[in-house]
């Protein structure tokens, strides 16, 4: 009896590495919004993100094999690529954000940014919302998780309620930035009466692992003031919106209209390629550099930054930005037009989507288990988030087009018919 | 007047971002242990250990090219590249460690490290060497620095002396295994009366960042038998001796006679694509992942995959761990055999080097400094390393042949003449 791929993977990764779907995918081969199986079954692709200006981008490959062939090494020697590189991404972002420190993972990025907080700060109290995803080392995760750490939760770490557009924080709609913003002010106040101090809040402007909540204009304010009166930085987290997903912008900052005072960029930076960054103003630059040593063995080696460079001159040249914007506008549509009692809403931003399921007042997260299930036998990958599981999320590569939406919506409008709920 | 490649660097990545030798090498080309810099003039590498099986290996160009222009995703679904992968190292290390997570950098790998030993023991507390490296994630960095880090410095951190072949814990050669122990045995001592328990201790298995002393064989035993007894996990830093480099031995541990709970893998992995591993038992794995949620979007996609099954491969099939043991005696004898009054000791292990310059009873870190510099001028790229700065540190490319070691070796027997101290 030959050992299945489920079986191996269990003996040589272990026990709880959870896969997608109860039929896993074999995928072996991407092209553009298209994965194939093992058996040579197409695939849709309107999940993945990292590999953001389509699977196997022919320019992407090309530049990491042609650098791959002439140099690859680590910055402690010159080398234009991570001027290059650096400068090209720079101008994108303004704010006076002109420098970067280039490292492998989203990670590794959100760990540096605490750090660029702490050392403009001095403190280190840090607040997150209760329902995010900011990475996975030890330091980034206490703001990851919900699972209680060995030697307990941190004590500079506040979690706050994550907004939401449908059970809002404080019971209205119309009260939710003010409530929101509240809930950070008292976050501060305790960080700073159990002697942390507060140094930054950290967030994802588009709340996508919260759950992509549909926030009216202008919702940060308040938050923002909050933060700002206490003279903490705002870190951040473009690791999903950011590269052009939200849609006409290159960034969510960018799209709620703020300006962050550190930037970290992953997933798509370089479609797939592990490099990440950590953008900041030159004085919080310093002040890191100053309070902490920083080396990135593997972060802006010659490879990363061309494959990263790639990225960057595909989605200008493609209007990918633009086409996140048109293309989403037109799914975005579509998916509100679909017709099914336990929809609850269908909302989104460029090419990040979300359809939050309910039965009467409760949160269906087994039926949108069933619902991504459904969609995988036809054809069209994705999946869900939010606390609740309820959300189909739908996050395709950025060169989906009109037709690719046309055929996911066909499949979801079929898969939906046949759940009646 | 146009802007100079360092001015327009600390622009873009700011200050305080160093750069090796006082005149910067501009490299950009590399192939086998050649760099060549912007004038087309060119250098011996004996210094870089991540394009570990020769820069722009053919093969390892190959792997990456290929499998990128195929398919590079996460490992949510089915692939082979990373179970294949995991198969043919895990056969390479043997004591049971048959599992793996892939994930980006050493630092990361490392970061993981240090939960595997708290899920395994419910304790958090952990103790390194007080002149180590262990990467730059918040967590690790507290092992890794001699700043204090804003906050202070963890309580569940214990950093006990690091051994040294000239300068003894203890003050005796022959009592320094037994002193090593006793101190990493007052430090667990110190971590149960302060309430966080013992975790375990990580280690580099040569010491290599301590300044790689000569240490005799067994040394270790001790204080692992103190690690043992006191239920903490051996977290063994594979990413600078691993993969060969010591010489006839694959890992560190391996010729250094012992079994480590736990092995982290980096730098060398994949020569330059950002490619690392935590390596443990099952019963480890299983409780790492029992305590933590753990997932690394770039961690084991397929290109990553090939990269580090080429980097194997050509391993084995150009006998580069033999290679690293005979050209490593080779030089090594003719370090040994170099005279100048400063120089208190030549050793090394397999293609790790270091030569200790001393004056009378000081440290001549300046000096070596100098030799450093020198030999850029030379053509030889080197660095230093050790608490001092006075350990003149080579560590060449796998395929380095008795022609590269003559070639560095007659440009050191130059330098040192023109020094005479």
């Given amino acids: 009896m030959s050992e299945s791929l489920i079986e191996r993977r269990q003996r040589l990764l272990g026990l709880n590495v959870p896969v997608f779907y109860e039929d896993p995918v074999h995928i072996t081969r991407g092209e553009g919004v298209w994965l194939w199986d093992a058996a040579g079954r197409k695939y849709l692709d309107c999940y993945n993100n990292v590999p953001h200006v389509g699977h196997c981008h022919p320019r992407v490959v090309e530049a990491i094999a042609r650098q791959a062939a002439v140099l690859n090494t680590h910055t402690r020697y010159l080398h234009e690529g991570i001027l290059d590189y650096v400068e090209a991404l720079t101008a994108k972002i303004g704010h006076g954000l002109s420098q970067a420190i280039m490292v492998c993972t989203g990670s590794e990025a959100n760990d540096i940014a605490l750090r660029m907080a702490q050392a403009m700060t001095g403190k280190s109290g840090i607040i997150a919302t209760d329902n995010t995803y900011h990475g996975n080392t030890a330091a980034v995760s206490q703001l990851s998780t919900r699972r209680e750490p060995i030697g307990g939760r941190a004590g500079h770490v506040r979690l706050v309620p994550a907004p939401d557009g449908l059970r809002p924080i404080g019971g209205s709609v119309e009260g939710q930035a003010e409530a929101f913003a509240r809930e950070v002010g008292r976050a501060i106040v305790d960080l700073e009466e159990q002697g942390f101090g507060f140094s930054g809040m950290m967030l994802c402007p588009v709340f996508a692992n919260e759950g992509l909540p549909s926030l009216p204009p202008g919702f940060l304010e308040p938050v923002l003031g909050v933060i700002r009166r206490a003279r903490g930085l705002i870190l951040c987290d473009e690791v999903q919106?950011?590269?052009?997903?939200?849609?006409?912008?290159?960034?969510?900052?960018?799209?709620?209209?703020?300006?962050?005072?550190?930037?970290?960029?992953?997933?798509?930076?370089?479609?797939?390629?592990?490099?990440?960054?950590?953008?900041?103003?030159?004085?919080?630059?310093?002040?890191?550099?100053?309070?902490?040593?920083?080396?990135?063995?593997?972060?802006?080696?010659?490879?990363?930054?061309?494959?990263?460079?790639?990225?960057?001159?595909?989605?200008?040249?493609?209007?990918?930005?633009?086409?996140?914007?048109?293309?989403?506008?037109?799914?975005?549509?579509?998916?509100?037009?679909?017709?099914?009692?336990?929809?609850?809403?269908?909302?989104?931003?460029?090419?990040?989507?979300?359809?939050?399921?309910?039965?009467?007042?409760?949160?269906?997260?087994?039926?949108?288990?069933?619902v991504v299930e459904a969609m995988r036998r036809e054809g069209v990958l994705l999946n869900r988030l939010g606390r609740h599981g309820n959300v189909l999320k739908l996050r395709p590569p950025m060169p989906f087009s009109r037709q690719d939406a046309d055929f996911a919506l066909d499949a979801l409008a079929r898969v939906l018919k046949a759940m009646p709920g």
């Fill in 241 to 370: 919106p950011g590269f052009g997903r939200v849609g006409g912008h290159w960034w969510g900052h960018e799209a709620m209209g703020f300006a962050p005072d550190v930037v970290t960029l992953g997933k798509p930076m370089a479609n797939g390629h592990p490099v990440a960054a950590v953008v900041a103003r030159p004085d919080v630059m310093e002040a890191f550099r100053e309070a902490f040593g920083y080396f990135n063995t593997f972060g802006g080696n010659p490879v990363s930054c061309a494959a990263a460079m790639a990225v960057l001159q595909v989605i200008d040249e493609e209007g990918l930005v633009e086409n996140a914007r048109d293309v989403g506008a037109y799914l975005l549509d579509g998916l509100k037009a679909l017709k099914h009692p336990l929809i609850a809403e269908a909302r989104g931003t460029g090419l990040f989507f979300g359809i939050e399921f309910m039965r009467e007042d409760e949160p269906a997260g087994t039926f949108t288990a069933e």
